[in-house]
């Protein structure tokens, strides 16, 4: 089993890259059974910014990749 981490100060795009990482994991896993996913955070407030900002990358990669 791999693991990663990313740490660093406030304001270096953390949430940001995690939730495009793991959005994009969730993506491409469909019909797959792959291992859990395990984020941790410091506060409950940071996980639940983790949380919305993956929510909204994968809900906006899905709009655009809906085919009209």
């Known amino acids: 089993r791999s693991f990663s981490i990313v740490q660093g100060p406030p304001g ?10 793991v959005a994009a994991l969730i993506r491409f896993q469909k019909g797959t059974q792959k291992g859990p996913i395990l984020v ?19 809900l906006f990669s899905a709009l655009l990749s809906f085919n009209y």
């Open 12 to 21: 270096t795009g953390k949430s940001f890259f995690g939730a495009s990482v």
């Open 40 to 58: 941790t955070c410091e506060s409950n407030s940071a996980v639940d910014h983790f949380v919305v900002c993956t929510i909204i990358d994968y």
